[in-house]
């Protein structure tokens, strides 16, 4: 199963860059990992669930 960036917490919009980038600082290998393959399970996906804090209030 792959992850998909979009719907990553750590996927931010950067208004220096105009895109958006992943927020995790990753080091050359775990990158290169990402980068090349097609079926990579990031370590750092976590899910944009907004209303996550919501439900733990109820």
Do not use: A, H, W
Not at 42 to 54: G, L, R, T
């Amino acid at each position: 199963m792959n992850t998909s960036c979009d719907s990553c917490n750590n996927y931010i919009y950067d208004e220096e860059f105009e895109e958006y980038v992943c927020e995790v600082d990753m080091d050359e290998d775990e990158m290169g990992r990402f980068l090349t393959s097609s079926f990579y399970q990031c370590p750092y996906y976590q899910f944009n669930d907004e209303y996550k804090i919501v439900r733990k209030q109820m």
